[in-house]
């Protein structure tokens, strides 16, 4: 048989979008007013982060890193431009249609005082300002306030944000979850280009890849306007890095950092350098930008866990079924590189180029003691025989981002037109890695259990003696998977003036090309006796090494992994191939969209509306294995599934003064299912009229969202703000697994496992949002900030199964979503010293359904509340130290079957320590 015939394939890039829907901004002239300026002080040098107001309307911006500012789409008339801290007029401006008007404001000192305190509330200041201007629902965190929590990933970055959790492993944040739904369902781009995902089977971008260090600002839009993908249900993540332009002149920035893990009394440490600058090169002063970013950091720690995955005989007294009690030891390392080049020959016209390399390898070395009881064993009996094996799984894989994205923005008189293209690979390598060294044993008795949360068990002597277990077998797998995305957009727009009225029509299209790839090779060693292993060389005492520290409970010797791979290394790998294992799983998936749109952005009076139609043609193509038990044959399978989506939607925003914000939504999304789920994979087993399939549903339907949402911000100066809004989800096609057995076309299956469309689902709730700097306290409390943030979600969502010819169904939650999701923060600063004691928390939710028929035997997290706290003191201008302490609380992660008694998975990681300096101006 000839495997992997269907390996990466040329991306087609031939198709082209829909024609551009733009025959009405050809009919008609722009009109349309600008007012352009630049804050300055006493001096003449540039204020970043003034705010600047239009008198009388919501219009209000924060000066940028060149103190300067830009009020667009505006009609003709009088307007009064306020600057500062003050309400007072600096200046009245008569206005023109086509005028650009252009300004220089200069603050007096006594005016600016708050904006130059770079800090806890200078950040909170920038995101709100970005927040407050958005067309639509946003939430946005820059990179002052991304430093102000002790952050090592963009994943912890976003869960301080309103609405936003995270997912973790080994107590590091890892897949963001908003407003409640599973990261699958939300979309990651990086400076506008859609990122891929390193793990074989998911949509979702494990944030844990990109280091804190290389983001400029991170933004959330839980509302998607018709000029951004429609690939989201909770909302959209957009990692944007370092521009030379977002800083004034020259910007250098050294960080060290060291660390200690308390958990396993392991150091760490961290290395980050951060350059910008501009230069002349075209004839016009700092017309060139460069920005360089890097960052290294290695970890060392570990976490003791017991889970028994689900598998008890719940009844009236629950008894134990299986449980494995593991030890984990791991070392990661996160190395992260960005080069970003803007070139701005005149006003009208920018190039720019934004460039990732994101690495992130982790080497793990896990010790288990697993163990089964055949009739399930009641808490604390030791009357059952218990077969006990002891595992190794040792492993180094290496996820790798690289990204690149060109673009262009100009304005041709009375037009605006923007261009991107976009490059970017994601890989997850595992080059033979060991995934189960199995040593076998079996005890008469004495092995019991005392709790059900942590079921650790206890044995006599030779329960923890590793002459008791020989060798069963090896197994050892390589894997390569790669997500690929090539995309480009154009976007074209003007402005027109009607009876007064502004105008702004715009239309573009995109194109993407997507490959997914995965490739397993297995290999199954045993019957090592038959392969030379003489009978003390099947003994684990043979390849035992330390004695596991494990905080749980007493566990005995560990496996050696080198006297595993010594061993290994004297067998035949091609005698022990596992043909099954390494072809199945392979599969290439492609992924073409092809998205047109046409929108239209108006203003009347401090009313804005965006409305518009997006619509996007999805075409699939697989190609994978089917094996089939009863031919013992292998033959390749393709696949194909296209479909297209209409999506409408309209966005309000009504300034009731410059305090004051109101919004309202109705929009329209999609999420395509994961490349599990559509896998072209298929596995037949069993012998006629006992037939057993598992595979993937290619024909599987997207996710359809119809959203509703409401909002009121009121903003509180320039660092306060106080928010509420309401959210409505109606959902589409909710996909699931589940068992086709005896349903039409399955009716000889005794098992078909798949995944399904169901029902309609439901998600509604509300968000709510505070934040304030406390200086209107006498000093030194005038230093004190809070923030807080609170969202509250239920969902419904249904699942069905076959029972004795009649189909059955329930009400479950929808996977991954939290009924309560917040955050908490108390900070204080002042010139030389910066603390913030932060606090996120995310009520349980559902991560499995056990068994379709019993919600007993349904999967949840139990709920999860994170301390942390950062210190920051400033020995200069250009010199700060810090320290952060991180799950100071120890807070472990635990799983539970049905109830909170019964264990799934518990694991406890402890706190790590950090202590550091950053150095910037040299």
Known sequence: MTRNTFGAKPLNTAKTPLALACAML??????????????????????????????????????????????????????????????????????????VYQTSVTLADANIEHVSVIGQSGALSRSLSAQRNADNFITVSSADAIGEFPDSNAAESLQRMAGLSIERDQGEGRFVRVRGLSPDLNAVTYNGSTLPAPESGTRAVALDVIPSDLLESLTVTKTLTPDMDADSLGGAVDIKSLSAFDKEGRFTKLTAEGSFDEHESEYGNKLAATYSDRYAIGGADDDFGIAL?????????????????????????????????????????????AANFDWRPDDNNSLYLRTLYSRFSDQESRNAIATKFDDGLALGAADQTAEVSR??????????????????????????????????????????????????????????????????????????????????????????????NINGRLDISRNLYLNDTVLELKAGGKFSRRQKTNQETHWVYEDLDEQGLADDALLMSAYA?????????????????????????????????????????????????????????????????????????????????????????????????DY??????????YGVD?????????????????????????????????????????????????????????????SGILSAALFYKNIK??????????????????????????????????????????????????????????????????????????????DIRFPSQSNTTGNIAVGYENEYLSLRLSAAYKSNYMTEVGELDDANYDIYQQDHMQIDFIAKGFVSKDIMVYFKALNINDEPYYTYTGNERRNAQFEDYGPTYQIGINISGF
Do not use: C
Not at 42 to 70: C, H, M, N, W, Y
Not at 400 to 422: A, E, M
Not at 669 to 687: A, K, M, N
Not at 756 to 775: C, M
């Open 658 to 718: 410059s305090n004051l914000v109101l919004r309202a939504a109705w929009t329209n999304s999609l999420v395509r299912p994961t490349f599990e789920q559509v896998s072209p994979g298929y596995l037949l087993e069993g012998s006629l009229g006992e037939l057993e399939a598992s595979f993937g549903n290619p024909q599987l339907k997207p996710l359809e969202s119809s959203n509703y949402d409401i909002a009121a911000e009121y903003y509180m100066g320039e």
């Open 545 to 641: 090494g330390d004695e596991v520290d494990y905080g749980l409970g007493a566990f005995g010797p560990s496996i050696s992994p080198n006297s595993i791979q010594q061993m290994l290394g004297t067998l035949d790998a091609a005698d022990n191939l596992d043909e099954l294992e390494s072809t199945i799983n392979d599969y290439r998936i492609d992924e073409d969209v092809n998205a047109a749109y046409l929108m239209a952005t108006s203003d009347w009076g401090d009313l804005r509306m965006v409305a518009g139609l997006r619509y996007e043609k999805t075409e699939l193509t697989g190609a994978g294995w089917e094996f089939s038990e009863l031919s013992d044959s292998y033959s390749e399978r393709h696949v194909s599934h």
């Open 644 to 653: 297209d989506n209409l999506l409408p939607s309209i966005q309000f925003r």
């Open 391 to 484: 595992e190794l799984k040792h492993r180094k894989e290496t996820q790798t981002i690289k990204s690149f994205v060109l673009g262009s923005d100009s304005h041709i008189d009375d037009w605006k037109l923007s261009t991107q293209f976009g490059w970017s690979e994601a890989e997850e390598k595992n080059p033979h890695g060991i995934s189960g060294a199995t040593f076998e044993g079996e005890f008469d008795q004495g092995v019991s259990y005392s709790s059900y949360r942590k079921p650790v068990l206890t044995g006599a002597a030779d329960f923890y003696d590793a002459a008791q277990y020989e060798l069963k077998e090896i197994e050892v797998e390589s894997t390569d998977a790669k997500d690929r």
């Open 733 to 810: 096609n909710f996909i699931y697994e589940a068992d086709l057995a005896g349903r039409d076309g399955y009716e000889d299956f005794d098992e078909a496992n798949t995944y399904i469309n169901g029902d309609s689902s439901k998600l509604y709730g509300a968000e709510f949002n505070f934040a304030q700097k406390l200086d209107m306290l006498p000093s030194p409390w005038n230093g004190l900030l809070f923030s807080a943030n609170l969202t509250l979600s239920h969902s419904e969502a249904s699942i069905s199964w076959l029972d004795d010819g009649e189909l059955q169904s329930r």
């Open 293 to 337: 970013a890097a960052s290294n950091a290695v970890r060392k720690f570990g976490s003791d866990n017991v889970e028994t995955g689900g598998k008890w005989d719940i009844g009236d007294e629950d008894l134990l079924e299986k449980v494995q009690l593991r030890d984990y030891q791991i070392e990661r390392e996160r190395l992260g590189l």
């Open 26 to 99: 050809l009919a008609m002239p722009a009109v349309a007013a600008e007012i352009k300026g630049q804050v300055v002080d006493s001096t003449g040098a540039a204020i970043q982060g003034a705010p600047v107001k239009l008198a009388g309307t919501s219009r209000i911006q924060l000066s940028d890193a060149s103190g300067e500012f830009t009020f667009s789409n505006l009609a003709a008339g009088d307007y009064q431009l306020q600057a500062g801290t003050s309400s007072s007029v600096v200046e009245q401006i008569q206005l023109s249609a086509e005028q």
